[in-house]
């Protein structure tokens, strides 16, 4: 295995082996049987060796350490040999033991986590976190160690490294001061957003399941989803997974209440018409990806909040459900403070992402034990939003990132809501906001995927993030004003 060309013909079976193990993700959170949960780890833990393997296989990795990017033709293939290169250079400072020994704590935490979130009782898993986190300092140092990896882990903290995982290229600063700028724009409007809100956020929205599957079938459609190559299904927790040429999405429907699938939706769908829309000359190769974590969720979330919630899509949304418009609106954009991310508006997620950055910061630095984690979450609670926090599952417990080993990934999701505000600026800049509200009211939507295909689908992941950002934005500089002036259109004008 010499030339690019035979590396990623091996780099091919991986990937269409890593879709197996996305696959059997998926079936394991909609169909497989309870009894099959034993028989369905094995397959996955073997499925995760041979990975490994294939990743680390002795003529591949010479092969990949032998490439010399300055000999390749073109900028696409220097980016596919150095995303070879830095992939390779990560497996190699971890050793087979490493991995495996990581994989086991992770499962570990994960069940210790679901315990003590059933006993709303942190200390039942402080020590298993703790423990974690010394795996992934272990981790880190042996990244600093690696000649290999020398020029990446070179001014980058701790911090960074992990982040590096989600959102290539980003830097830690940016993002702080991006979410100072969202604290401080978010507390000084709070007051009075709540103050004129609507009060009385009681209308009846009750729907059967069948006809809740049938509008969200509908709107997927109508947003460009093909279920020609992909499917809706119902699992616990709403998520979109599979492959660009089998993208799998799912909901929960709550006959109370139909807009939280419906809602969910719009998101997961978002997500997909990204997968769907990876050019597909590049499938398969290590650049023929999304490009992050946070450009994956600006996708959800412009569907999910600039169009989901907005009134012309509520006007069209009256039209199906003989709902009124108004009700629709007022209910999906009813803004209070709350103890839970997930079931926060998006006037004040940013603040709930906010508080995670900071203290998943110090715990990776060393700068605050796990033992210490649930006294500082809820002081910087109180600080942020006013509430004192009654019990650690409404606390520190409620999500599963870092007790599933990911630290470093919730700043993506405020990214996500940046890129988002900015790159519907930029498209209703182009569109005309009249014209695109008439045609939302209609149910035409197409013209958002063609401008997001081209804008952001298209380019894959050939760039590091901030620079698939910029141009994305056609080359504007991201920043938190395009969601301020969002917000304060929206809720105060
Ligand atoms: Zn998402």
Known sequence: MKTLDALLTHYREL?????????????????????????????????????????????????????????????????????????????????????????????????????????????????????????????????????????????????????????????AATLRRLLGELVQATQSRLPKILDRQRTGQNQKMSLDSKAQEKLCLNVARQMGFDFSRGRLDVSTHPFCGGHPLDTRITVRYNTDDFTEALLSLVHEVGHALYEQGLPKDALHTPCGKAASFGIHESQSRLWENFVGRSLPFCQWLGGQTQMSPQDLFGHLNHVSKSWIRTESDEVTYNLHIALRMGIEEDLVEGRLKAKDLRDRWNADFKALFGLDVPSDDLGCLQDIHWFGGAFGYFPTYSLGNLVAAQLMERFLGEVGEATWNSSVEKGDWSRLLQSLRSWVHSQAAFKKSPDTIREALGGQELSSAAFVRYLDRKYLS
Not at 105 to 111: G, P, S
């Open 15 to 171: 990937a269409l082996l890593e879709s197996v193990d996305a696959l059997l993700g998926w079936d394991t959170e909609t169909q497989a049987p309870v009894g099959s949960m034993d028989l369905r780890e094995e397959q996955m833990g073997a499925l995760a060796k041979s990975l490994y393997r294939l990743r680390t296989h002795p003529e591949f990795r010479e092969g990949v350490l032998a490439l010399n990017s300055k000999a390749l033709p073109d900028s696409h293939a220097q980016a596919q040999a150095a995303k070879l290169q830095k992939d390779l250079h990560k497996d190699l400072a971890l050793n087979e033991t490493f991995v495996s020994r990581q994989a086991e704590r992770r499962v570990r935490l994960q069940n210790q986590w679901k315990l003590a979130r059933q006993e709303k009782n942190f200390s039942k898993v402080s020590a298993d976190l703790q423990q974690y986190l010394e795996l992934v300092r272990e981790q880190n140092a042996r990244y600093r160690d690696s000649v290999g990896l020398k020029t990446w882990v070179e001014g980058r903290s701790d911090y960074e490294l992990c982040l590096d995982e989600y959102e290539p290229g980003f830097d």
